[in-house]
């Protein structure tokens, strides 16, 4: 563990066309305004709130990303705005690397908190690991490319050189 660097992986954000509906969406609301101003008896005020629920709800969605980060302490995992989680490299009881791994097969898009403690950080298809804990919580974390796999791979064997898996095992 001494002499590892601080390294983090590409932010991954949701497909361009999933933030853009994330984005507009409350804006649909204001398509109404008009008429509730224009009625003597509208109310403007829950049709405003809503929009506005709306967007406190949406944006920062449309703004998450995920990435994770490795240091002496462990690996962080992190899903802004909404969770950062350290995995100290102590309670790292296994790790499974996949070449290509679709959200739609394992817990779903996004951020995915399950029971047993199962989370998963996935944004899109792509190459992903996960790590099992020992107090047996399981985490996924879909990356941006095999690069990214292949350095959180070596530094995962580098810090903690028990946990490597043969490559017939990452089929």
């Not at 204001?30 to 709800?57: K, N």
């Not at 944006?59 to 994770?68: I, Q, S, T």
């Not at 969770?83 to 296994?94: D, E, F, G, K, N």
Request: glycine share 8%; with cysteine.
């Amino acid at each position: 563990m001494a002499g590892s660097s601080t390294w983090a992986t590409s932010k991954i954000h949701l497909h361009l066309w999933l933030r853009a509906i994330a984005f507009t969406t409350p804006w649909v609301g204001v398509l109404y305004l008009p008429g509730e101003l224009a009625d003597p008896e509208g109310a403007p005020s829950p049709l405003l709130a809503v929009i506005a629920f709306m967007a406190i709800c949406m944006w920062p969605l449309a703004l998450a990303a995920h990435w994770v980060e490795g240091g002496d302490d462990g690996l962080r995992l992190v899903y802004w705005p909404v969770l950062s989680r350290t995995i100290p490299l102590t309670r790292i009881a296994s790790v499974e690397y996949w070449p290509s791994a679709a959200p739609w097969k394992s817990p779903g898009i996004g951020l995915r908190l399950a029971s047993g403690g199962v989370l998963a950080l996935a944004n899109r298809t792509g190459p992903s690991f996960g790590i099992r804990t020992t107090d047996g919580r399981s985490h996924s974390v879909v990356l941006a490319d095999d690069e990214e796999l292949a350095h959180v791979r070596a530094w995962i064997s580098r810090v903690r050189p028990e946990l490597d898996v043969s490559a017939e095992e990452c089929q």
